[in-house]
């Protein structure tokens, strides 16, 4: 039973494989995917051994600078912002930590399509693996950064952890995880049919830094609160920074995060044949 068993499993994947790569459907792609999450873990960690060959620091580089930067711009930021350290830093910990993990992954986003002409000539494998592999980093990104801003409560504020409540937080740290899953592949579109938005990519991240309430909370925006409201960013931010906080999971930044999963859903559909042949006759032609 159990050799039969096994005998089907490796059918359907050589079904999965046999289809051709720009042919595949996305529920397809997505069960290949699935299927290669391993072979997408191992090419992970080969760009963390190459961050390692140039930086040495590798997988300690994101937790080390993390912690670096709350220490200096976190204590500036509440000088000009005349904040107490033991509220400000713990808010600002979070936030950049979350920002500055999505900040990466956007800009991985802008050239995946690029990167991801080097697996054309392995049909075997799935279109979406190469976000696979950038969701491997965001997630370990995402984990140091957290791990970073958590030791810097602990040394400013550690009563704050003692009231957090980290299964909410894991709630939305894994809303995020499928988040930036489920748009990339639409990003990476948006970016190779307006490659023009590369050019102004460092521009465009200030502006998104500035206009969500990072170092400073939505309250400051007062009668302009709606700016943040309407940021998707904004909720990302809340569904991991509440949770650790104020000890509760933010009930409409987690209704946002459900929509932009369905929405991101529903645009994966539409974008997934274009982005494949974009990919193609646009990068090799």
């Not at 994947?13 to 996305?26: A, G, M």
């Not at 997505?30 to 191992?42: S, V």
């Not at 990167?115 to 494998?125: D, S």
């Amino acid at each position: 039973m159990a050799s039969r068993q096994r005998h089907e499993t490796i059918g359907v994947d050589t079904h999965l494989r046999q289809v051709p790569w720009i042919e595949r459907s996305l529920y397809v792609d997505i069960a290949l995917a699935f299927r290669q999450r391993k072979l997408a873990a191992m090419l992970h960690q080969a760009e963390i051994a190459e961050m390692r060959r140039g930086t040495g620091l590798g997988i300690s580089g994101p937790f080390i600078s993390t912690l670096l930067h709350i220490a200096v711009l976190g204590l500036v930021m509440a000088t000009v912002f005349n904040e107490p350290i033991p509220t400000f830093i713990p808010y600002f910990s979070i936030s950049f930590a979350i920002w500055q993990t999505l900040a990466a992954s956007i800009s991985r986003m802008a050239n995946a399509s690029e990167r991801a002409t080097r697996y054309i000539g392995f049909p075997a494998l799935s279109s979406l693996l190469i976000y696979l592999v950038d969701t491997f980093d965001y997630a370990v990104g995402l984990v140091s950064r957290l791990a970073a801003a958590l030791v810097a409560i602990l040394a400013v504020n550690y009563a704050i952890l003692l009231t957090a409540n980290f299964t909410a937080m894991l709630i939305g740290v894994l809303f995020n995880f499928v988040i930036v899953l489920i748009w990339a592949p639409t990003a990476a579109f948006i970016f190779d049919k307006l490659r023009i938005l590369r050019g102004f990519l460092p521009q465009i991240l200030l502006l998104i830094f500035l206009i969500t309430p990072i170092f400073y909370t939505a309250d400051r925006l007062s009668d302009h609160r709606w700016i943040a409201e309407f940021n998707p960013i904004y909720h990302l931010l809340q569904i991991v920074r509440v949770p650790v906080i104020n000890g509760e999971l933010p009930v409409l930044s987690l209704l946002v995060a459900i929509g932009l999963v369905a929405c991101g859903f529903l645009s994966l559909k539409v974008v997934h044949r274009r982005q494949r042949i974009s990919m193609v006759y646009g990068w090799v032609s």
